[in-house]
């Protein structure tokens, strides 16, 4: 059986609130009082979501690392939800760093901002990731070597970025239009880099716990522990990767479906007859099967996985050219106003703009605040509207 690389990704965005036109240019020049953030309401989302997934998801695994010496896992955490857990929830900060300590949890370099810098100005992109790297060695003493850009958006041209900058390793998805025949289960060097490894996901064995454990057309539903470990134990190659969302547990996937439960059986039935790995440990254990080559951005979101779940309409295009004219200015004013662009660079709010149907449209309705796509974008643009004006006097 291969062994089991599991790494959870934790964010929480500065959701934007319904801004009027009206209130635009007629306000103070801090973010806080001018509260384009809703703060109120995002605090509401957060401590809601630590209740449901991040306090019993981080007890569950701080209990499987007190309990098993053999078991490992690998974490990102954005630079939003470290803001959001330091003023609204210490106690996990703390508990991350007790669990980091163990050196049996290893943080995954990305974005402070959790955007899609790369794709749209090099120079931020670079910034934002050595700020995320700046936080979590303050934090938790240590410095990301592995790196994952925001939503697994992966290309040959972040490869080699990342190589140069001296990242061992990169996260992407284990697309099928990319391997052909080739196994996710194998790492792989990233094409024009001198040995970057490429740690590419699962996405069916990662899906069947992410979307498809409560759901009742699944084939395999229930999924049980036992039905689960059969399909591991029948995968070829060195490595599986188990690439998943931190809020899967407990707020997409309720405890009353058993999540909980099922997870803590899982890491059990693991360590007793398998072998868990961290992102560097895979990188640096496992033997390259060959090159992968992506010329195009691969991600892991919607069917296409491509950027065309926050590129693939006028409105994300429109909004995301509007907030990246201001870069210039807002980085050379830099301070608050710098600090709410780079908030508004978030990937979530052009997420929310997405006007994909079917399956797909329903995960972007799901996770928005908003009513329609539309409301999203107007929104959105009555904010950049200010910032431009506190930059322009």
């Known amino acids: 059986m291969p062994s089991i690389c599991l790494y959870l990704h934790l964010h929480q965005p500065w959701r934007y609130q319904k801004y009027s036109i009206f209130d635009v240019a007629k306000t103070s020049n801090y973010w806080y009082e001018k509260d384009y953030y809703g703060k109120q309401n995002n605090e509401r989302i957060f401590k809601k979501v630590a209740e449901k997934s991040y306090h019993p998801m981080l007890d569950l695994i701080e209990k499987n690392l007190r309990k098993y010496p053999e078991f490992k896992i690998s974490l990102s955490i954005s630079g939003t939800w470290i803001e959001q857990a330091e003023e609204w929830d210490p106690s996990l900060i703390i508990q991350l760093s007790r669990m980091i300590s163990t050196g049996r949890v290893e943080i995954v370099g990305e974005t402070y901002y959790h955007s899609l810098a790369f794709f749209e100005d090099k120079a931020e992109f670079k910034e934002q990731v050595r700020k ?81 454990f409560a759901d009742k057309t699944s084939k395999d539903y229930p999924l049980t522990v036992d039905k689960y470990f059969a399909k591991l134990k029948k995968e070829k190659g060195d490595v599986i990767n188990l690439f998943m969302d931190f809020e899967t547990f407990g707020e997409n996937i309720w405890k009353s479906t058993g999540i909980f439960e099922f997870m803590n059986e899982l890491i059990y039935k693991i360590v007793k007859e398998g072998n868990f790995m961290t992102v560097s440990e895979e990188a640096y254990f496992c033997k390259p099967a060959g090159a992968i080559s992506m010329p195009k951005t ?14 693939g309409n006028d409105l994300q295009k429109e909004a995301t050219r509007v907030l990246y004219d201001l870069l210039p200015l807002a980085r050379s004013q830099g301070g608050d106003v710098y600090d709410d662009w780079r908030r508004l660079s978030t990937s979530d709010h052009v997420y929310y703009m997405s006007t994909k149907y079917w399956s797909d449209g329903d995960v972007h309705a799901y996770f928005s605040p908003f009513d329609s796509p ?18 322009h006097n």
């Open 298 to 311: 691969v991600t892991w979101a919607d069917k296409e996985r491509d950027l065309s779940a926050w590129f």
């Open 374 to 391: 539309y409301d999203a974008f107007m929104y959105f643009m009555n904010v950049v509207r200010d910032l431009e004006y506190r930059l």
């Open 132 to 212: 995320h790297s700046d936080t979590i060695a303050r934090l938790f003493g240590v410095r990301p070597r592995v790196l994952r850009n925001t939503e697994l958006a992966y290309s040959d041209e972040v490869g080699v970025w990342a190589s140069q900058i001296g990242y061992t390793a990169v996260l992407a998805e284990g697309a099928e239009k990319v391997l052909g025949k080739k196994s996710p289960n194998n790492v792989y060097i990233a094409e024009g880099t001198s040995g970057l490894k490429l740690l590419l996901r699962n996405y069916r064995l990662s899906d069947d716990i992410a979307f498809r």
